[in-house]
């Protein structure tokens, strides 16, 4: 089963600021918080991963409360090409195999 | 990253037969890993290809509908075997980057099975 849930579907203009939540409400000390991106008829792309607090790169941020129980992935002034399906999986790094459980991943489609 | 070979890209069967995936990888890695993606569903981890070992399956999938092989350490295949029209799925396999959460995909295998 996933350890995640997640918006089914998000909708947003290009330009926009779009921030996608994930719950994780049974997430173990020692799992991370990692992200993934897939357009159709590809594989997933990883986008950012993290611990706790702000995790920041060129794509994304990630923002992780203190309790760890969710997060969020931002994805600041979209355009049309970040159309696409974006997964939350929690899992340890450390753990093989134990970690690649994806859940439903939210919709995103970025208007004109 | 990486850079994942996957053959055939596509490919369809008839149901009874057989179809071998390749996954090939520019590196040499200790795990690699095969997925299935159902028209319009998420992934789904089938199995854990160790080189030198046999590959451990999740739960719902085994070894002789899902054959594995692992030769050396940058190629793998997946078997699906006897295939009906439920297994038309998109087959991946993927390699972990820096850590195990972080991975690397290939292209995929689109099957489709009439």
């Known amino acids: 089963l996933a350890k995640t849930t997640q918006p089914i579907s998000m909708d947003s203009y290009e330009g926009q600021e779009v921030n996608i939540t994930c719950s994780h409400n049974?997430?173990?000390?020692?799992?991370?918080i990692t992200w993934y991106q897939q357009f159709p008829s590809q594989g997933p792309r990883f986008i950012i991963q993290?611990?706790?607090t702000k995790v920041t790169n060129e794509v994304a941020s990630l923002f992780i409360p203190a309790d760890r129980k969710s997060s969020t992935l931002s994805l600041p002034r979209v355009s049309l090409s970040d159309t696409a399906v974006y997964y939350c999986?929690?899992?340890?790094?450390?753990?093989?195999?134990?970690?690649?459980?994806f859940g439903k991943g939210t919709t995103l489609s970025v208007s004109s | 990253s990486a850079v994942i070979s996957q053959k055939p890209s596509r490919d369809i069967c008839q149901r009874g037969t057989s179809l071998t995936i390749q996954c090939q990888v520019d590196?040499?890695?200790?795990?690699m890993f095969w997925y299935r993606q159902q028209p319009g569903q998420s992934l789904t981890l089938i199995a854990t290809?160790?080189?030198?070992?046999?590959?451990?399956?999740e739960s719902g999938f085994v070894i002789d509908k899902f054959p594995i092989s692992r030769p050396n350490l940058t190629f793998s295949t997946l078997t699906v075997s006897n295939m009906s029209p439920e297994d038309s799925s998109i087959y991946l396999c993927?390699?972990?980057?820096?850590?195990?959460?972080?991975?690397?995909f290939g292209p995929g295998t689109r099957l489709t099975v009439l």
């Open positions: 993927s390699v972990p980057v820096s850590s195990y959460n972080e991975q690397f």
């Open positions: 049974n997430i173990a000390t020692n799992d991370y």
């Open positions: 993290g611990y706790k």
């Open positions: 999986l929690v899992g340890d790094i450390n753990q093989a195999g134990t970690a690649l459980i």
């Open positions: 590196s040499q890695v200790t795990m």
């Open positions: 290809a160790n080189q030198g070992s046999e590959a451990t399956y």
